[in-house]
């Protein structure tokens, strides 16, 4: 399993263009995880470990305690992007064009 820290993944402000067709392509996968960044307070947030340790990835925790004030920023998945036929669309551009 890849490490959270690994993983490819599209903002969900990213602008859909060639360049990034072209990085979704050369990443091989056929999804992408889409996130947003949201605003958690860290009073509420605990540190999780892949399986083989490396790399850290911080998930909200259900034992929130309000007042604190502190927060942070965390990715949080909001779909998948699908990848089909892309990659013939952005390696031949002009082959689909009228």
Known sequence: M???NDVFM????SKLDYET???ICAT???RVPVYEEV???????????NKAGSG???LPSSDVKEGDGKTM????I????????????VTRPNRHMP
């Open 56 to 58: 850290i990835a911080t």
């Open 28 to 30: 091989g996968h056929s």
């Open 73 to 76: 920023m965390v990715k949080r």
């Open 21 to 23: 067709l072209r990085e």
């Open 10 to 13: 599209l903002s969900i402000d």
């Open 39 to 49: 605003e958690v307070p860290t009073s509420g947030v605990i540190e999780a470990r």
């Open 2 to 4: 890849t490490p959270i």
């Open 78 to 89: 909001v779909g998948i992007f699908l990848v089909k036929q892309v990659g013939d669309l």
